[in-house]
T-cell receptor
Framework: AQSVTQPDIHITVSEGASLELRCNYSYGATPYLFWYVQSPGQGLQLLLKYFSGDTLVQGIKGFEAEFKRSQSSFNLRKPSVHWSDAAEYFCAVGASNDYKLSFGAGTTVTVRA | DTEVTQTPKHLVMGMTNKKSLKCEQHMGHRAMYWYKQKAKKPPELMFVYSYEKLSINESVPSRFSPECPNSSLLNLHLHALQPEDSALYLC????????????FGPGTRLLVL
């Protein structure tokens, strides 16, 4: 069974600074990997996804993520955060022919002025 | 267009009430999902429909009753809920079961008194 670990529960970053959120997964085959963002009281919005191919994936809102098979990681990055990036971020892993999407516990991002 | 809509946005109900949550998508997706999300936690899968048939029930109590009237609509009927059922209820859809990305709606915030 697949599992996802987001080691950082809470990250505080200054506006304009760079952001990196960590995600490690456990899965036997090539996983489908996702990053979702959830603003307070809102649903989950897809930031980006990786199925195959280029291991550096570009997403919406200036986010990117890199799939590293050797490290079982799919870390999310943004070069310069905006106050509107304050939210909860979830990494998720799925698989071909499997209905289940396994979520990490989430990382709360706070942006200070 | 990757929009999933949910109504109502907020719902307050007593433990003896009957209410329904509604979810709609017009992306031609044939798999639809109900999730329950408690504060500061990742979403938990409740039900999965594939081609309008219930495929997965993740051991959800019978006071939650899903229904898929057609390929675009998904309902969740609520009856005799408990205060601990208060949560954000999220609907999602994907092209087919086990393939591709799940797109989430904005959720219904439910409070059971």
């Amino acid at each position: 069974a697949q599992s996802v670990t987001q080691p950082d529960i809470h990250i505080t970053v200054s506006e304009g600074a760079s952001l990196e959120l960590r995600c490690n997964y456990s899965y036997g085959a090539t996983p489908y990997l996702f990053w979702y963002v959830q603003s307070p009281g809102q649903g989950l919005q897809l930031l980006l996804k990786y199925f195959s191919g280029d291991t550096l994936v570009q997403g919406i809102k200036g986010f990117e993520a890199e799939f590293k098979r050797s490290q079982s990681s799919f870390n999310l990055r943004k070069p310069s955060v905006h106050w509107s990036d304050a939210a909860e971020y979830f990494c998720a892993v799925g698989a071909s022919n499997d209905y289940k999407l396994s979520f990490g516990a989430g990382t709360t991002v706070t942006v200070r002025a | 267009d990757t929009e999933v809509t949910q109504t109502p946005k907020h719902l307050v109900m007593g433990m003896t009430n009957k209410k329904s949550l509604k979810c709609e998508q017009h992306m031609g997706h044939r798999a639809m999902y109900w999730y329950k999300q408690k504060a500061k936690k990742p979403p938990e899968l409740m039900f999965v429909y594939s081609y309008e048939k219930l495929s997965i029930n993740e051991s959800v109590p019978s006071r939650f009753s899903p229904e898929c009237p057609n390929s675009s609509l998904l309902n969740l009927h609520l009856h005799a809920l408990q205060p601990e059922d208060s949560a954000l209820y999220l609907c999602a859809s994907s092209q087919v079961l086990g393939q591709g990305t799940q797109y989430f709606g904005p959720g219904t915030r439910l409070l059971v008194l």
